[in-house]
């Protein structure tokens, strides 16, 4: 058994804030206190038990158990299913078979190719499965059961029907059941429901599977487990890995099955021309048809893809990052804004008081009227000789945290430094949520005395020009962050609970900056990706820490209460801002609409209840390992190690995949293009097509196949751009068209300058000389801006050609021979006048469209 891990956030913004942006009503019906102990502690004699271990037996041999399946991936079927079974498998499958019955065996490289190609695709996924699944295990979710008396943690699946289920701030239900019992327990359902508001439950009150707790405790019994519950795949949904829609892979698709359609007509008429026009041998016909139509296929580009979003996830996994949709990489690198949840993500968890600053007086119900000054720096000055007595208020502030069975990190500083609450008893709790920025407690001294006490936001429980704020300004502007303690002479479940309070000291508590906070800042600028520093704190206080982490704007905070309601203008304001406090949970996702409005891709980063609208309606949503159960459910990137510093990572690997796919695909599709350009031409010139499969099984592995492997996989720090299509097809359509004009150029000719019975064979080989020199021209352009191993990538290439070509057995097995000299030269030539083609089509494709890629620093790790 392990123990909870206490849920962060810090108040007034915890992790246990409120869902949703309206405030749940103050003068709803409060229940008595029903302190929730932690787990492995045993439960006071008026709590229910929970199910005996016998009682749990029976259950099991009955099967009533919470049996679902989650899965964090495909299964080993789906991902062999998925890499084996495809179009263009079969079609090159077809071919293949085609070509065992007429032979030789040399005109069947493509399928072993083909072959090799996707056992490197099943294993690469399947290394990426079980990287999500070890990582999964640990960012799996694990719910407290009562039994016998004792909470404990367990994993989902062993909860059993009948189990007493315990409930805190940030908790998700894993099983439908019923309020057992309720500490003004309110649930948000808005994941299932699609209602905003969150719901006051009581005992008896249902619980679906999949809402989550936003304010108060409480426990609630299993009623239905397994598959019959609600929402029993949203356990599932959180983990699995899914092929969403991504620009990326409906580029492709799209492309696929542009060329799909282009392939039939132009496959039909070189069949035609092949085996009917020309008199050739069947066999030949048949083998140059073969050829045309292989190459056509580019089989290797969804393969590439698949490889390097899962080497993707096998490296961010190497960096307890979890990545729960696979297209959240690429959707991380297109990210051009990113909004921080302050608390968790730039601060660490923990915070310390820093000071206590006594306020005014306060006289209690018991007729003790604290009569001495704070003194030293811990006094604020207001009032000195006749305010509030230190050491009741640190009795008081040590009973609220007492009061609190849940306490987020600014209460559980409290506690730390005022442990002893002895003198009150709670009788009544308010829990704190984002929505009303305070908790409160009715507290009963051991004389009789009763008194109300507010803990929370300054600036919402004092009214305008009250002394206090001031001085709280001040702390603010120090990156500190100040909770108010009041008197209130109003009953807790008053409606007007926090009006006219009597306030009573100042706790002053230091938040500890995430070292690497700074410098993951800097890498987001660097990238032209803008940061929003979106807080439920106090908006001066939140642009201080801003500030130490040196992020542009940090000195003009903006105060959310203040943001317009329209959604154009409070885009505007979010586009000149940077830094925002007072910021309610409803305002968080409007905040990241209003964004998305203006064409942003935003990403969301948070770890509280109060961050789960905004992570759902963000582009990318982005968890700390930490935090609720709720946000880690609906964020698509889990960082496990709870680090900001991994997020450029995330960004580094979505950009090298999207950058060097795109550098692929443009070796993929010019081969595409020149293949449908040939086959026209010689369907329209009447002339046997130039190549046998092995001459083209050749050179594409020498100019896209292994290349393309190894760029594929390469650092690229190019930010991500929209029109991926496009991109790709304004360089492969010239590129194509000028490869497959020259080489059936040099054939012509060729054809011109050959006859006899060896003449096929010899212009063949001339057209396979101009034909590889372009690709490998491609190549050399696509490979910029080079490097050692980018220059070496290439020349080992045209190394490996040569060695073709001048080695006897190799050039009988690949029908490859050059004749003379005359014609050879010629191929280069005309090879040289078509780079210089593709020079002249890649620098118009640039300036005509230019990229104005920002380049910035490695990223961290």
């Known amino acids: 058994m392990t123990q909870r891990p206490q849920t962060d956030g810090g108040q007034p913004e915890p992790s246990g804030g409120a869902g949703t942006g309206q405030a749940i009503d103050a003068g709803a019906e409060l229940d008595p206190v029903h302190p929730v102990s932690p787990p492995g502690t045993r439960r006071p004699a008026t709590a229910s038990p929970g199910l005996t271990a016998a009682e749990v037996g029976e259950r099991v041999a009955r099967g009533e158990v919470n049996d679902v399946p989650v899965r964090s991936s495909r299964s080993t079927v789906d991902i062999v299913r998925a890499n084996v079974f495809t179009r263009f498998n079969a079609i090159i499958g077809v071919l293949f078979a085609i070509v065992l019955v007429v032979g030789p065996i040399q005109d069947g490289l493509f399928g072993f190719v083909i072959v090799a190609n996707t056992a490197i695709g099943i294993v690469q996924e399947l290394r990426a499965k079980k990287t999500?699944?070890?990582?999964?295990?640990?960012?799996?979710?694990?719910?407290?059961?009562?039994?016998?008396?004792?909470?404990?943690?367990?994993?989902?699946?062993?909860?059993?029907?009948?189990?007493?289920?315990?409930?805190?701030?940030?908790?998700?239900?894993?099983?439908?059941?019923?309020?057992?019992?309720?500490?003004?327990?309110?649930?948000?359902?808005?994941?299932?429901?699609?209602?905003?508001?969150?719901?006051?439950?009581?005992?008896?009150?249902?619980?679906?599977?999949?809402?989550?707790?936003?304010?108060?405790?409480?426990?609630?019994?299993?009623?239905?487990?397994?598959?019959?519950?609600?929402?029993?795949?949203?356990?599932?949904?959180?983990?699995?890995?899914?092929?969403?829609?991504?620009?990326?892979?409906?580029?492709?698709?799209?492309?696929?099955?542009?060329?799909?359609?282009?392939?039939?007509?132009?496959?039909?008429?070189?069949?035609?021309?092949?085996?009917?026009?020309?008199?050739?041998?069947?066999?030949?016909?048949?083998?140059?048809?073969?050829?045309?139509?292989?190459?056509?296929?580019?089989?290797?580009?969804?393969?590439?893809?698949?490889?390097?979003?899962?080497?993707?996830?096998?490296?961010?996994?190497?960096?307890?990052?979890?990545?729960?949709?696979?297209?959240?990489?690429?959707?991380?690198?297109?990210?051009?804004?990113?909004?921080?949840?302050?608390?968790?993500?730039?601060?660490?968890?923990?915070?310390?008081?820093?000071?206590?600053?006594?306020?005014?007086?306060?006289?209690?119900?018991?007729?003790?009227?604290?009569?001495?000054?704070?003194?030293?720096?811990?006094?604020?000055?207001?009032?000195?000789?006749?305010?509030?007595?230190?050491?009741?208020?640190?009795?008081?502030?040590?009973?609220?945290?007492?009061?609190?069975?849940?306490?987020?990190?600014?209460?559980?500083?409290?506690?730390?430094?005022?442990?002893?609450?002895?003198?009150?008893?709670?009788?009544?709790?308010?829990?704190?949520?984002?929505?009303?920025?305070?908790?409160?407690?009715?507290?009963?001294?051991?004389?009789?005395?009763?008194?109300?006490?507010?803990?929370?936001?300054?600036?919402?429980?004092?009214?305008?020009?009250?002394?206090?704020?001031?001085?709280?300004?001040?702390?603010?502007?120090?990156?500190?962050?100040?909770?108010?303690?009041?008197?209130?002479?109003?009953?807790?479940?008053?409606?007007?609970?926090?009006?006219?309070?009597?306030?009573?000291?100042?706790?002053?508590?230091?938040?500890r900056l995430r070292p690497e906070a700074s410098g993951t800042l800097r890498y987001f600028a660097d990238q032209h990706v803008d940061a929003k520093i979106i807080s439920g704190d106090n908006a001066v206080s939140v642009g201080a820490v801003a500030g130490k982490l040196g992020l542009p704007g940090a000195g003009s905070p903006v105060d959310a209460r203040k943001l317009p309601a329209e959604l154009d203008r409070m885009a505007q304001v979010l586009d000149d801002s940077t830094v925002f406090g007072r910021v309610s949970p409803q305002q968080k996702q409007d905040m990241v609409g209003a964004l998305q409005s203006r064409g942003h891709t935003v990403a969301m980063t948070g770890d509280g209840v109060n961050d789960v609208l905004a992570l759902k309606d963000a582009d990318i949503g982005v968890s700390m390992g930490s935090g609720s159960e709720a946000t880690r459910a609906v964020a698509q990137i889990v960082l496990l190690n709870n680090s900001f510093s991994t997020l450029p990572s995330v960004v580094a690997e979505g950009r090298r995949v999207i950058g060097n796919i795109t550098r692929v695909a443009t070796l993929f599709l010019t081969k595409t293009v020149y293949s449908v350009l040939l086959a026209i031409l010689v369907v329209c010139s009447q002339v046997p097509y130039p190549f046998l499969p092995r001459h083209l099984t050749l050179l594409s592995t020498l100019t896209i196949g292994v290349p393309a492997f190894f760029l594929a996989l390469a650092p690229n720090k190019e930010r991500a751009r929209p029109d991926f299509v496009r991109r790709v097809m304004r360089h492969a359509i010239p590129a194509g068209i000028i490869a497959g004009a020259a080489t059936f150029t040099t054939y012509l000719m060729a054809r011109r300058y050959y006859s006899g019975s060896g003449a096929l064979p010899a212009e063949t080989s001339a057209a396979t000389l101009t034909l590889f020199l372009i690709a490998m021209w491609v190549l050399a352009i696509v490979a910029r801006p080079y490097t050692w191993w980018r220059i070496g990538l290439v020349l080992t290439m045209g190394l490996g050609f040569l060695v073709v070509i001048a080695t006897p057995w190799l050039q009988t097995f690949f029908e490859l021979k050059l004749v003379g000299r005359t014609m050879p030269w010629t191929a280069v030539g005309v090879a040289a006048l078509a780079g210089v083609a593709l020079e002249l089509s890649w620098l118009w494709v640039e300036r005509k469209y230019p990229c104005g890629e920002p380049r910035g620093p490695e990223p961290n790790g």
């Open 132 to 511: 999500l699944d070890a990582l999964a295990v640990i960012g799996e979710s694990r719910p407290t059961v009562r039994r016998d008396g004792v909470s404990a943690e367990i994993h989902t699946s062993e909860i059993v029907l009948g189990d007493l289920v315990e409930l805190g701030p940030g908790d998700k239900a894993v099983v439908d059941g019923e309020v057992a019992e309720a500490d003004s327990l309110e649930i948000d359902e808005s994941l299932l429901t699609g209602e905003a508001d969150p719901v006051v439950k009581q005992p008896g009150d249902p619980v679906m599977s999949g809402s989550f707790v936003v304010a108060g405790g409480g426990a609630f019994t299993a009623t239905k487990v397994g598959r019959e519950a609600y929402a029993a795949q949203l356990a599932e949904e959180a983990s699995r890995f899914t092929l969403v829609r991504s620009e990326l892979r409906s580029g492709i698709s799209q492309i696929l099955k542009y060329i799909t359609w282009m392939m039939i007509p132009t496959a039909i008429g070189l069949i035609i021309s092949q085996s009917v026009v020309q008199e050739h041998d069947w066999r030949e016909a048949v083998r140059r048809m073969v050829g045309g139509i292989v190459p056509m296929v580019p089989e290797g580009l969804v393969l590439l893809t698949s490889v390097a979003f899962a080497i993707g996830v096998i490296r961010l996994g190497r960096k307890q990052c979890l990545v729960q949709e696979l297209p959240a990489i690429e959707g991380l690198a297109r990210v051009d804004v990113v909004c921080l949840d302050k608390t968790g993500t730039l601060t660490e968890g923990g915070m310390d008081v820093h000071a206590l600053r006594l306020l005014g007086s306060a006289t209690d119900d018991s007729g003790s009227e604290s009569g001495r000054g704070a003194g030293g720096t811990g006094s604020s000055g207001r009032g000195a000789g006749s305010g509030p007595d230190e050491s009741h208020v640190r009795s008081v502030l040590g009973a609220l945290g007492a009061s609190d069975t849940r306490p987020n990190a600014s209460l559980q500083a409290i506690i730390q430094a005022y442990p002893d609450g002895r003198d009150w008893r709670a009788t009544q709790t308010l829990p704190f949520s984002s929505a009303r920025k305070y908790s409160g407690a009715s507290l009963t001294a051991e004389g009789g005395g009763h008194n109300t006490w507010l803990l929370g936001a300054p600036d919402v429980l004092l009214p305008a020009g009250d002394p206090a704020l001031a001085e709280i300004d001040q702390l603010n502007t120090q990156g500190l962050r100040v909770l108010l303690l009041a008197r209130s002479d109003r009953a807790l479940d008053d409606p007007a609970v926090a009006q006219e309070v009597r306030p009573t000291a100042l706790v002053v508590l230091e938040q």
